[in-house]
Each structure stands twice: as C-alpha cells, then as structure tokens.
C-alpha cells in the first residue's frame, strides 16, 4: 500500500506580527517528525498583515506558508480561525497538525478538532512516530504519531494515539520542544488563502482589548531563582529577587507561592506554568509536587533548599541545603560576591 | 423574562492532593482512593450562572455525565442553589474521550430544551485538557468564549463578558445562546443551610430504586416514590444513551478516536545528589565548585 500521506502542519501563532516562540518550537518539531514520514512540515499563518513572518518560518524549516491575509482575522476570535482552518485541512489533508497548548490554541484546537471528528491530546511533552499495535481492536498502524502527555495531576504520563482519520491533532506544551538554529539563506513557498467568512463565524465581536508583553522572561533564562510556599510572603520573595540579580538570573515562583498572592502568575513554573530547563535552578522553599517538578525537572543543575529533608524536591535535585532560606540565601550572596 | 442557564459540572478525583496511599504498587493510580470532588473550575462556573440568576431571572439546570455517584456533585450543586439537576450516566458512555463525551453532553443539551447560555469549567483537573467546552459548543453550533471571568450584560439576544488573553483581558459581545468556559475568578458560595435541608432528599431513580431494595420499609412502589419527589422537585432527571438520542457508534470507547496506548508513572531522579551543608562553608564550596564548571559566570 503506498498511499500518499499528507505532509506536517503547524499553526503559527503570532501576535502584532511577531512569532510566538512556541509556533517555532513545533516548526523544529515537525521538521523531525516530517522527515521520519517522508513529507515536509507546512505552517498555517492567520492574522492581518502577516505576510512578514512567512520568511522566519521558512528560516525554522517550513518549505510552504498557507498564509491567511485579512482584516477580519485581527484580533484573533476562535470561530473565523476555525472556519479558515477546517477549509484548509479538508482541501489539503494534512497528516498531523500541531498547535502550541496556549491560551488561544487550547480554545482553537477542540473546535477544530471537533467538527473534522478528529482525536485531539492536549499538552503534550513530547511526540514521536510509531507504529502501534491495536490488540482490543486487532488492528495495525503504520507510523503514527505517539502523543505524550503528562495526566492526572501529573502523576502519570500517557502515550495516547488517534486511531480516526487525519490529521492527528495535538497540542503542545510551550518550552518543551527544542526550537533548531534558523537557516537563513533557506526559502519556501507562500501559498495565499481565499479567506471565506460567513456572517455566522463573525457574531463574536473584540469590543475592547488590554494586554502587554510579558516582562518575566523564565524560558529563555539561563539561571532561575524560584520561591516556593516556604519563603512565607511577599515581603520575603526580596530574599529571592536578590539572590536571582546578584546571579544574573530571573525569578521563578510555585504555584502555592503564586496563590497565595505573593507574587504574579507570570513567575509561575510547572505544569500550568511555564516549563524551563535552565543551566542552573535553584528552588528555595519549594516542596516539589509533582506538577512543579514537571515544569523544571530537565534543568542542567538544580539546588534545593528546604527545612524539611522529606521534601520531594530533594529526588529532582542535584545539590540539597537542608536548612532555612532566610540564612542560607544570604550566605549564597555573599560566597557569590566573594568568588565571581 | 426569564434566563435559562445551563452548567456542565463533573465529579473528578482530587488529583491535586495526591497521597502515597493512591498510588499503586505498580505505579498507577488508584481512582478509589482518591476523595470524589466537585471539579473546581465548574464551582466558578455555577457561581457565575448564580450571579446571573440573582442579577437577572434565571433558571439554573445543572447536568453531569458520570456514574451514578456523580449525583453527589448534583446534590451539591442545588445546596448552592441551582434549580434543578439532570445525571447522564448509562454504561454505554464509559471510555469515553473528549470528542465522545461532548457529543454525549451536547445531546444532553438538546434535550433540556432552550436555553440562553450553556456555562462550564474551563477545564476538569482529571485530564486537565479544557476540550470539552469548545467542542460542545461546536457540535452546538454555538459561538464560544473562553476563558469567561465575569459576565457585564446579558440580554434576551446577546451577552457581553470579560474574558483573560495572554497577558491580559478582553471584553466579547456574542449573540446568545453561547458557550462559555470560566476560570478561577470568582469565590463560590457556599452551601446554604436551608437548601440543604431540602436537596439532601434530592435523589435519582437509581438512588430511590437502591433504598428501596436495601432499606424496604413502606408500601408504596419507586413508581409512586418518584412521582412524589418530582412533585415535591426533589427528583433527579437520569437520562441513559437512549434517553438523548445519542447514536451509540459516537459515545464511549467506540465513538472516541483517540487511544491510550501505554501509561507509565512519573518516576523523578536527578542521577548524582550531593547533600550540601548549610553553613557558611558548606555553601561557599557549592557556590565555588559551580563557578568552576561554568554554571555560573
């Protein structure tokens, strides 16, 4: 059977014209899982006066941009997005398609997913191509994509497969995929898409819009400082944006530090934050659930420090300080001050 | 006039607190450990279904699919003050996976009948995936908001909300009926004591069936038990598969295209470990000891 498949999609998520970072993690991604099937990997670029990123994305890998033009597709609002995506896939068939596991791609996908009755895993860590062996089923598949994915509160990780038609739908988690070197010399193809809106998808109205860049820059950090309930309060997370600037580093937090309010969602790292892997982590005050570890656990170096010596964070940690934040922190500082 | 809202809800384990006594020996999870809780995103979207009813009039029907159990978090829905409930639950719908269960849930809707806004938890804390909602929506042919954190105006044809972006917020005008997701920000209120007064004799047809059998004591029949309680509004609607039309080639594990092909536990290590002492020493040889293999410059 040499049934011609269809090629590696990912859906480019940009906001004023500028990628997200995770639209080029996927792009390096799916050039890897293209090049195992034998197609090439394809963005899906909406928005209004886009046309701009096209050339990025050939540079990450795409040898073609279905590029969607129109005002109408600025701001983004799910059910246009949906429309033109869906007319896509039914007229070009990809084999699988990617969405970052972002705010808009979490809302964007199942609606998607839902009208072309396609399987849908959300927030992957990691795909892979496969075959898989359908043993309830007594039934064979070549090539499939494995969809890997942490669940249940992070306390398992599942493989799961789409066994229905193409594509095979999948969100993926931000920070996780390895974003490749840009080739810069690299050149693709752009092919412009009839944008076909009825009055149906357009009900939704963007009546009024606040938002700003984020200011934390936790993935790209080399050096993360993070807080967890045990630093206390807010008053004490000084401690910790010291230590994080005398090493040239950001400031990470844990959800438990984050709910209760002592400092912003942004700082947030694990699994409904953000997932890092820096050159060093350093996790004051942090008890280490499971959801925590999940975010930073594939850091190159991390240190623990906590008065508790049960604590979990202790089995991800390379270095552990048994022993309070408050004294340990300061004489980091000062050993730091001394040596550098 | 009169609203009617309706309220997905789900009775999820709380894998938030997850204890040594839950997991398995072989690393698995084991469900029945777990406490049975009232999802928390769906607490924030029957609060908000409550603002509206207090706000406007509003009739506030809240439904689950689940096994019988899972009239629990009905139960629990009217003591907050929702006014009526409806459990889908038949063995039918069992593996399902988010594209069966909303299917399920969207023939559920249909069945209540009109409505002006169909509210749900963002996402359930089981699976974390946040599917559900846009995809009943979309079998629904409705307009979605997702990510709902207040609803500004609602009228007899649209409804205008307060939604969160990436870093930010928007406000969204949508005719209605809509679909919205809703996320943690709200406080919802507690159970009221004189509702629960009256709700806790809230059953389904299978809870008043199984206390007849095991605790038999009157003449009268279930026949006539249930026709008292719908009388009184303290009957449970239980709908089975056939009960909403639902194809069954589209619910639980056979309408479900995606599969799990392998589970495997979270195992943390780190490889080397080296305890550090927390003296001044201690830290300085640490500290030392990353300067010299470059982690710090």
Redesign the interface.
């Known amino acids: 059977m040499s049934e011609q498949i269809g090629n590696v999609w990912v859906f480019i998520e940009q906001e004023g014209g500028k990628i997200a970072d995770v639209s080029l993690e996927l792009v390096s991604k799916g050039t890897e899982l293209a090049a195992k099937l034998g197609v090439s990997v394809e963005a899906v670029l909406l928005g209004s006066n886009v046309g701009n990123c096209c050339d990025t994305l050939f540079q990450y890998g795409c040898k073609k941009v279905y590029l969607a033009d129109d005002p109408r597709l600025e701001p983004f609002t799910v059910l246009p997005f949906a429309k033109v995506i869906m007319d896509l896939i039914k007229e070009y068939k990809p084999n699988i398609l990617l969405f970052g596991a972002t705010m808009k791609g979490r809302e964007l996908a199942p609606r998607v997913a839902s009208e072309k009755l396609a399987g849908l895993t959300a927030d992957c860590t990691d795909l892979r191509i496969d075959d898989f062996d359908d043993k309830v089923n007594k039934k064979f598949y070549k090539n499939k994509l494995m969809q890997i994915r942490p669940a249940f509160g992070g306390n398992i990780i599942a493989t799961i497969v789409n066994t229905w038609d193409d594509p095979q739908m999948v969100t993926v988690r931000e920070g996780v995929m390895k974003m490749v070197e840009p080739d810069p010399s690299a050149k693709g193809e752009v092919v412009k898409v009839d944008v076909a809106l009825t009055a149906e998808e357009t009900v939704v109205k963007v009546i009024e819009r606040m938002r700003q860049d984020k200011t934390v820059n936790l993935k790209g950090a080399q050096i993360i400082v993070a807080g967890g309930y045990g630093v206390g309060s807010a008053e004490n997370f000084k401690l910790i944006r010291e230590l994080a600037q005398v090493l040239g580093g950001e400031v990470g937090a844990s959800r438990a530090a984050v709910d209760a309010g002592w400092i912003d969602h942004d700082h947030q790292v694990g699994q409904t934050g953000v997932t890092v892997r820096p050159k060093l982590y350093i996790a004051c005050g942090i008890s280490g659930s499971v959801q925590h570890c999940a975010g930073m656990s594939d850091s190159k170096k991390i240190i623990a420090i906590n008065t508790d010596p049960a604590a979990p964070i202790f089995s991800v940690a390379h270095y552990g300080i048994v022993g309070d934040l408050n004294q340990v922190i300061p004489m980091m500082i000062k050993a730091y001050k001394a040596k550098a | 006039m009169s609203y009617t809202i309706i309220v997905f809800v789900k009775q999820v ?1 709380d ?2 607190n ?1 204890t040594g006594q839950a ?1 398995k020996p072989d ?3 084991n469900r029945q450990a777990l406490p049975a809780i009232f999802n928390p995103e769906d607490l924030n979207a029957l609060e908000l279904a409550l603002q509206l009813k207090d706000r406007y009039q509003a009739k506030v029907t809240v439904a689950t699919m689940g096994p019988p159990a899972a009239a629990e978090v009905l139960r629990n829905a009217l003591f907050r003050g929702a006014d009526d409930a409806v459990l889908l639950t038949d063995r039918a719908f069992a593996g399902a ?3 069966a269960t ?1 299917y399920a849930l969207s023939k559920c809707a249909s069945k209540i009948g009109k409505f002006d806004l169909i509210l749900c938890g963002r996402q359930a ?11 009943i ?3 629904l ?1 409705l ?5 709902v954190e207040e609803v500004l105006e609602l009228t007899e044809t649209s409804v ?1 909300a307060r939604r ?12 209605t009926p809509a679909l919205f ?1 809703v996320v943690d920000a709200n406080e919802p209120r507690p159970e009221n004591a004189i509702r629960i007064m009256k709700y806790k004799k809230a059953k389904t047809k299978s809870e008043l069936a199984a206390s007849k059998t095991s605790t038999y004591v009157g003449g009268e029949s279930v026949a006539e038990d249930l026709e008292t309680k719908a009388a009184k509004g303290l009957l449970i609607r239980e709908w089975s598969a056939a009960d909403v039309e639902a194809d069954p080639g589209r619910i639980g594990f056979a309408g ?11 195992v ?13 020493a ?3 040889n ?3 000891e ?2 010299e293999d470059h ?3």
């Open positions: 384990p894998t938030q997850i997991m690393g698995t999870v996976d988010t594209l909303s804390i089981d699976g974390d995936t946040a599917q559900v909602g846009p995809q929506a979309e079998k042919k307009p979605q908001i997702s990510y205008k969160a972006i990436e870093g930010g917020y928007e406000i969204l005008e949508s005719p997701t479900s295209p995606t599969k799990v092909k392998q589970i495997q536990s979270v943390l290590t780190a490889g080397d470990y080296k305890a550090v002492e927390a003296t001044e201690g830290v300085s640490l500290i030392h990353l300067i982690t710090l410059g």
